[in-house]
T-cell receptor
Framework: GQNIDQPTEMTATEGAIVQINCTYQ??????LFWYQQHAGEAPTFLSY??LDGLEEKGRFSSFLSRSKGYSYLLLKELQMKDSASYLC??????????WGAGTKLIIKP | GAVVSQHPSRVICKSGTSVKIECRSL??????MFWYRQFPKKSLMLMAT?????????EQGVEKDKFLINHASLTLSTLTVTSAHPEDSSFYIC????????????FGPGTRLTVL
C-alpha cells in the first residue's frame, strides 16, 4: 500500500534549527514535496526533490534519499511565524500526490 | 506564479441544502483540478480529480452523487455538496497542477463549510 509517515508534533525554540523527517512508500515515485500550512489556510509550496541530495532555499532545506524512501525538511533560524503544520507528500507513478498527516511545529520563545 | 482562487471562502448552511464551491485558475489553464477535504488536525484527503470536458474521477469512498463536480472550462471547476449534513462540515481545497517542471500544485485558499 501507499504510506507516508511523519511525526505528529514537534516543538522547537525560536532561533534554533529543527529537522522534520518523512518516510514514504508509494507506487512509483515522481518526487517529494514539502508544503507549509497555517491553521485555516491552504498549503503553500516549500520544496520539491526528485533527485537524491540536499536542496537549499534560504532558511529552509530539503533532503531526499530515494533508496531509503526518506526525506527531511530542515528549518534554520526559526521564527515564531514558522509555527505551522508541515506536510510531506509523494508524487506517485500516476502523478497523484499521496499526503502525510502533517507535522505540527510549535515554536517557543 | 500561478494563482488559483476559490469562492466562497466561508459558507454556513442548513442541513439538507446544497452548496456550490468554485475553483478558478486565474492566469493559466487547467485541464485537471483536484478537490481535497481536510478535517481538523488531519491531512488532506483527495476526493476527486476534475477533468475538463469529461467526468470526474472519484476516490474510493467518495459519493459521486453527493459531491457533484463540473469542470466546465479550462479555468473553472465547481464542487457541489448536495443535501449537506453536519458531517460534511470541513475545509474544502482545490488545486491545479502548473506548468513547471517540478510538478508543483497550486492551491486555492480553501472553503470552510459549516452545516448546521
Amino acid at each position: 500500500g501507499q504510506n507516508i509517515d511523519q511525526p505528529t508534533e514537534m516543538t522547537a525554540t525560536e532561533g534554533a534549527i529543527v529537522q522534520i523527517n518523512c518516510t514514504y512508500q508509494t507506487s512509483g515515485f515522481n518526487g517529494l514535496f514539502w508544503y507549509q500550512q497555517h491553521a485555516g489556510e491552504a498549503p503553500t509550496f516549500l520544496s520539491y526533490n526528485v533527485l537524491d541530495g540536499l536542496e537549499e532555499k534560504g532558511r529552509f532545506s530539503s533532503f531526499l534519499s530515494r533508496s531509503k524512501g526518506y526525506s527531511y525538511l530542515l528549518l534554520k533560524e526559526l521564527q515564531m511565524k514558522d509555527s505551522a503544520s508541515y506536510l510531506c507528500a509523494s508524487l506517485d507513478s500516476n502523478y497523484q500526490l499521496i499526503w502525510g498527516a502533517g507535522t505540527k511545529l510549535i515554536i517557543k520563545p | 506564479g500561478a494563482v488559483v482562487s476559490q469562492h466562497p471562502s466561508r459558507v454556513i448552511c442548513k442541513s439538507g441544502t446544497s452548496v456550490k464551491i468554485e475553483c478558478r485558475s486565474l492566469d493559466f489553464q487547467a485541464t485537471t483540478m483536484f478537490w481535497y477535504r481536510q478535517f481538523p488536525k488531519k491531512s488532506l484527503m483527495l476526493m476527486a480529480t476534475s477533468n475538463e470536458g469529461s467526468k470526474a474521477t472519484y476516490e474510493q469512498g467518495v459519493e459521486k452523487d453527493k459531491f457533484l463536480i463540473n469542470h466546465a472550462s479550462l479555468t473553472l471547476s465547481t464542487l457541489t455538496v448536495t443535501s449537506a449534513h453536519p458531517e460534511d462540515s470541513s475545509f474544502y481545497i482545490c488545486s491545479a497542477p502548473g506548468l513547471a517542471e517540478n510538478n508543483e500544485q497550486f492551491f486555492g485558499p480553501g472553503t470552510r463549510l459549516t452545516v448546521l
